[in-house]
């Protein structure tokens, strides 16, 4: 088993750290991740500029690779014969908050993995809420026994798993929940600042992320002290909308000359 393990949150990240540490005890480990952070930066190939690829080394010693390309362009990079071995599974974070419901569309962590399924290999995501105290030991055990599964039983081709530890000591975590995505509120309020000529500049401010801890959901589960994993898939699709859709008057007419 080789794993490639990735972030969003950069190379220098404890969590990248934590997840290689744990996943070796499952096969070799290639750490392949962005020089910076990159969180919320969505699914980014790079297209328009060179990436350049450096060998580093993590805090502990570990060698590593590292690239100013986004999380995704790591796991494509790897794909593409940056990392000459085959790589059976891709495992992305340990990122330091939740990611839920509609951050999905907007994680780095979430979308490295998907950029593995585009691959057909399977990629999993690990997410959880870093409080010092507790650290990233428990998010890096239980993101390790999930890959254990998934080494053992593969997944569906074009499928990923998000995983979110609940930040609470391992004998706190009550066990694993299956979980469809939740409702996130999000807060966010435009913070409009001048800048030294006089120009108007915009940040989106306002406060982290809620959400509806609805049962079954990814919210829900971790409100209640459950490990999430939610099986997404790359197809968008709304096959219950796609029917309805079908009494659309969507005709080609007119005279277009
Ligand atoms: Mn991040």
Known sequence: MHILVTNDDGIAAPGLQALAAALRELGEVTVLAP?????????????????????TALADGSPALTTDG????????????????SIDMVVS??????????????????TAAMEAAIWRIPGIAVSTEYGAEIGYAPAAELGLQVARQVAARGLPTYTVLNINVPAAPLEQIKGFKITRQGMRVYQDELVRREDPQGE????IGGDPPSGIAESGTDIGVLA????????????????SFMEKMRDWELEVTGDSG
């Open 200 to 203: 108007p500049y915009y940040w």
């Open 35 to 55: 020089e910076r952070n990159w969180s919320v930066s969505g699914h980014v190939k790079t297209l328009h500029r060179p990436l350049r690829v450096h060998a």
């Open 224 to 239: 209640e002290n459950w490990v999430s994993v939610t099986p997404l898939q790359l197809d968008l699709t709304s096959y």
């Open 93 to 110: 974070g340990i990122n330091p908050h939740h990611n839920l419901g509609h951050d999905v569309t907007y994680s780095g962590t979430v």
């Open 70 to 85: 986004a999380p995704s362009d790591c796991v494509a990079l790897a794909f593409l014969g940056v990392v000459e071995r």
